[in-house]
């Protein structure tokens, strides 16, 4: 309504006087501003002004990119620039997976599948060391309806940075390098590496429903199908 309107009036002069002083933060302010007032091309002004005044809050660049991705109904520049300030964050951050995935994410949702490529080789980058979310990060790639087929190489990277990690001594993460290699057309070398994942989990007593589940990718292997 009217009230709500004025609000939004004073609170986008407080943020002009902001990005005076600070103007990452403050245009960032004008931006939500702007947009609450229903001034659609100003408020892109307002965010692109803010990534360009290279501001060093990760948290800040975060939140821009999130509310932009939401606005992208309102054309591709939202898109586009949800995109520069994730970049911007991710720069400024060298050890976050957070920033990473939000982007991998929205790249995915719309449809943008060559650069979520790379945006996932980034994040599998970053978790260089941690082989049981580089395990889940590829088990999802090759599992999840919305991924499934698309991330394959990916996939393969993944596990075989996590196997490596383990001294391919982990069932579960040598089930998922043997879907992986699967999905890439390497039969042979699925079913070697699910004989491994079966012995070892035979080895280690796990339960009969989780051996069950890798006899069955087993005979799926076999049969390649």
Known sequence: GHARAEEWTAALASAE????????????????????????????????????????DPATLLSLGRSLASQRAEGRAFEDLALAALD??????????EVPTTKFDYLLAWGRAGEAQDAGALIVQRLHDAADELNNFAWGLLTEDSKKGKFNPLAVLAASRASELTGEASWYILDTLALARFEMGEGTEAVRLEERALEIARREGVPEGQRQTLEDALARFRKGK
């Open 17 to 56: 006087e902001l990005a005076g002083l600070l103007p990452h933060r403050g245009h960032a302010l004008r931006y939500h501003a702007l947009l609450r007032l229903a001034r659609g091309a100003d408020a892109l002004s307002a965010a692109r002004a803010s990534i360009d005044a290279g501001g060093d």
């Open 88 to 97: 911007r964050a991710i720069a400024l951050e060298p050890e976050s997976i």
